[in-house]
């Protein structure tokens, strides 16, 4: 059995042509970052225009380094939800017209998921096992109990971790940093903390109080900006010019950060614990999303889990940011399945918005 898989759900385009192993054949993988880190944001359209220039390249490279031809594929995976609208279109598109001409199954694909099972493809992982999914666009934590079967314990109020780094190094102008050329938001954080004294500043982790597994971050920003204004006034300086203390805003950003997901993550631990809802053997936590590269975080989970006796697993970083890999892959476990395969084509729409599982966020209480 072999699967193309295809992403556009935000601003990567990605094909990849696995096996039923999960041997990766062939694939390409096309990233607008610098030109949306440049813009300061995403801006939908420019999205869609970049997307639609490049899938044709980058599924035929695909294709082409895997050396299958169209013919002998079994199907094909494509990311149907959730992401921007104008993005999954592109994808959607083409994947239809794709599979119409080469009278392929059409096996549609929820972006989440395919984030929380990638770790499956590189290594024997049994369900269920709880995964944290911490990236630009997401924070949520859930119960993998399937392939398709997925209880949502927590999800972020606000924003997700990875915009609120992105936020804060644009506030500091990070972009323009000697020491941080080329590095995204988060990573370019991540760099400058590690020669940061992260007790010069004090920010409150949120959400206290809050006895469930949800997250917030707008609040962290908002201390981390008003600390930001502080220091530029102090010193009589325009916005983003600040030199002097930048690594120590860093680190103490981050170190909340930090703290909260990890706290967040012990609370929907000991509920699975309490509830019995982990294996006795070889509990684990799979972390992925483009934060979960960060080693600060890693390191910070890595205390809790080895508290609590579970397993930490992070996939590499390629494999933990969008690609069309983990979509490919979340084919072949579907194809395996006999789960997924659309009967009609003509069916099937995009949704941008796609909750991950079922929501009992309401009912994890009292945990601790
Ligand atoms: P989603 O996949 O949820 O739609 P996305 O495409 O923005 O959103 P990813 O591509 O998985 O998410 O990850 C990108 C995010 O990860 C960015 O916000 C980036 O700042 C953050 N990030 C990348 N590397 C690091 C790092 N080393 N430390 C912290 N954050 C990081
Ligand atoms: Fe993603
Ligand atoms: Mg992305």
Known sequence: RLVLGIETSCDETGAA?????????????????????????????????LHEENINRVVQEALDRSGI???ELSAVATTVKPGLALSLGVGLRFSLSFVRRHEKPFIPIHHMEAHALTVRMLRHVDFPFLVL????????????????????????????PGDTLDKVAR?????????????????????????GDRLRFQFKSPMGQHYD????FAGIRNQVTMAINKKEKQEGIEPGQLLSCVQDIAAAAQHTIASHITKRTHRAILFCKARDLLPQNNPTLVVSGGVA?????????RIVTDATGLQLLC????????????????????????????????????????????????????AT
Not at 139 to 152: T, V, W
């Open 17 to 49: 042509v696995l096996d039923e192993t999960g041997t990766i054949l062939g694939e390409s993988l096309h990233s607008q970052k610098e030109v949306h880190l440049k813009a300061g944001g995403i801006i939908p359209p420019v999205a869609q225009r």
């Open 69 to 71: 031809t169209p013919r």
């Open 133 to 160: 999914l911490v990236s630009g666009g997401h924070s949520l934590l859930a119960l993998a109990r399937g392939i398709d079967d997925f209880l949502l314990l927590g999800q972020t109020l606000d924003e997700a």
């Open 171 to 195: 506030r500091l102008s990070l972009i323009n940093h000697p020491k941080c050329r080329g590095l995204g938001g988060g990573q370019a954080i991540e760099h400058l903390a590690k020669e």
């Open 213 to 216: 597994c949800n997250f917030s």
């Open 293 to 301: 590269s960060n080693d600060y975080i890693r390191e910070t989970l």
């Open 315 to 366: 996939p590499p970083a390629k494999f933990c940011t969008d690609n069309g890999v983990m979509i490919a892959w979340n084919g072949v476990e579907r194809l395996k399945q006999g789960k997924g395969v659309v009967s009609h084509t003509q069916d099937v729409t995009y949704e941008p918005k796609a909750p991950l599982g079922r929501d009992i966020s309401t009912e994890v209480r009292d």
